[in-house]
């Protein structure tokens, strides 16, 4: 099942069907393949051949795309890696994953003159996308407009052979590069066109980064149908509530501040956007406020995800929304979840414990780490680190991250019950809760809150609020703070650890 036949397969058989639309520019299937075979051809030219690693720093552009499928082709593997990396980030991530080129943009050669020399990749192959005659770099539109648009030498790709190396830490911390490799990869297409209804007609937009592992629920699916894929070069609500009624766009994947974002817009609507068939939260935990506010303005098409690079989801189906919306669902076919006690024993519905799970899309392992493996996946079952517990209906309601959990006198605080509630207030769009130390109890919780502009709330009224209608003590807050913005992830996720230090270095 290796994902490599795909490119070749929809330029034979809807040459003329739109695959890619990317800042004013269109092109069908033909003409896509043709750009891709002449990347995959130009980047054999430098002596690069299958299973050689291919470093991508960028911006949502056509050349990602292009690369994507290109290393398909040709049986290389991509590392797509953020370009808020900077110096010793840079170093650490290409040189663990060993890879041989590196594809990047102008903005970032400053970044990289300070540590090139560190880097372990050969001189000549570095590429800019976006400018030429810089020193030190090959320019990309050079390389491709000479090379042959013709289909790239037959390479055997297997369905165990890698198709990609994503890293889940950014800057600090032990590399962690998780494998997909093309049997993943195709088990991506198979099984969300599935989950979420996805057809050869349908029209996808997607204005998250390209970089970001929840980009490839729904780009998978469009490399395995043939669907149109409408690229954003990064996200603003406006622009993309346009281009979605423009394109008539059908599906649409998003983090919750990009859905708060959209809240915010009159004709985030129904009547707006009546094409629109699923929008879906990936990333974090959508706000139940979030969920019934999307639901009444476009009724019948929110879908949520949860889920692990690594390789676990769970989807709540438009359908069950309505009986479930405290819910992220259930596993879809082919998955198995438990939830189980620090022994690992399983739990009856209604106990918290920690999510496992297992599927078609669990990774082979972390590259080069079998260490990190083997505390992941354990007899087969992937530990998450989240905390959740089902109903009685086997439905999935998380609680919170292990890691997040606020432990105050003894007693479990989780930050999103209290998140909950500080949401409902009518002056809060966005709450982050985390843990501040504290002599007394050890930790109390404190909520970092956003603000509807113009509002005259002050930050002791916010918490005056929600502690006047927490469930107990515990869960009353020490403090609120206001912030303008919340600190964003190249994925959009809210950086709670990020606000938390920030708060505690005053």
């Known amino acids: 099942m290796p994902i490599n036949t795909l ?3 929809h330029a034979r058989y809807r040459p003329d069907h739109t695959a890619v639309v990317f800042e004013g520019q269109r092109f069908t299937h033909r003409e896509f393949n ?4 002449r990347l995959a051809n130009a980047l054999r030219s430098l002596g690069l051949h299958r299973g050689d690693k291919v470093a991508v720093v960028l911006d949502n552009s056509l050349e990602v795309l292009e690369i994507y499928q290109a290393v398909a082709k040709t049986g290389m593997v991509v590392v797509p890696l953020s370009p808020l990396l900077r110096g010793e980030g840079l170093v650490t991530l290409i040189n663990d994953a060993d890879s041989a080129a590196v594809v990047t943009m102008e903005r970032m050669v400053e970044h990289f003159a300070a540590v090139r020399e560190r880097i372990d990749v050969a001189a000549d192959r570095y590429i800019l996308t976006d400018a030429a005659g810089v020193d ?49 990869r195709m088990s991506y297409c198979t099984g969300f066109s599935s989950s979420y209804r996805i057809k050869p007609e349908s029209v996808i937009l997607h ?3 390209l970089v970001f592992n929840g980009a490839f629920l729904t780009l998978m699916p469009a490399f395995y149908l043939g669907a149109t894929y409408v690229l954003m070069p990064a996200f603003d609500a406006r622009k993309m509530i346009d281009q979605m009624a423009a394109e008539k766009v059908t599906h649409v994947m998003v983090v919750p501040s990009q859905i708060i974002a959209m809240l915010a817009e009159r004709d985030f609507s129904e009547d707006h956007l009546p094409h629109l068939e699923m929008i879906c939260s990936v990333g974090a935990p959508l706000h139940l406020e979030h969920k019934e506010e999307l639901a009444r303005r476009l009724p019948m098409r929110f879908y949520e995800l949860y889920g692990l690079t690594e390789g676990f989801v ?28 620090n022994d690992g024993t399983d739990l009856p519905a209604g106990r918290v414990g920690e999510i496992v799970g297992r599927g078609p899309i669990t990774m082979p ?22 905390l959740g ?30 998140e909950e509630i500080v949401i409902q207030h009518p002056a809060v769009t966005d709450v982050a809760v985390f843990g501040a130390p504290d002599d007394r109890w050890g930790e109390t919780p404190v909520a970092a809150v956003q603000l509807k ?4 709330v002050t930050a002791d009224q916010v918490r005056e609020w929600v502690n006047g209608r927490v469930d107990a003590r515990f869960q009353k807050l020490n403090a609120v703070v206001v912030l303008d913005e919340f600190p964003l992830s190249v994925a959009g996720k809210t950086l709670r650890r990020v606000i938390r230090d920030d708060y505690m270095e005053g």
Do not use: C
């Open 389 to 418: 517990y089902v109903d009685e209906d086997g439905f999935l309601f998380l609680v919170d991250r292990k890691k997040d959990l606020i432990i105050s006198g003894g007693v479990n605080v989780y930050p999103r019950d209290i």
């Open 314 to 341: 769970t989807v709540l189906d438009r359908d069950d929304f309505p009986a479930k919306p405290g819910s992220v669902g259930v596993p879809p076919p082919l998955y198995e979840m438990r939830i189980v006690a």
């Open 7 to 9: 490119a070749a397969r």
């Open 453 to 456: 502009p113009g509002t005259d």
């Open 207 to 209: 204005a998250g980064s």
């Open 34 to 37: 043709a750009r891709i075979n």
């Open 136 to 184: 030190g770099y090959l320019f990309y539109q050079d390389l491709t407009a000479a090379a042959s648009e013709e289909e790239p030498p037959w390479v055997e790709v297997i369905d165990d052979d890698p198709y990609n190396i994503i890293y889940s830490s950014g800057t600090t911390g032990q590399p962690k590069g998780i494998v997909h490799t093309h049997y993943v």
């Open 365 to 386: 392992g972390y590259y080069k780490r079998p260490d990190l493996t083997a505390e992941a996946i354990r007899d087969g079952w992937l530990h998450s680190g989240d």
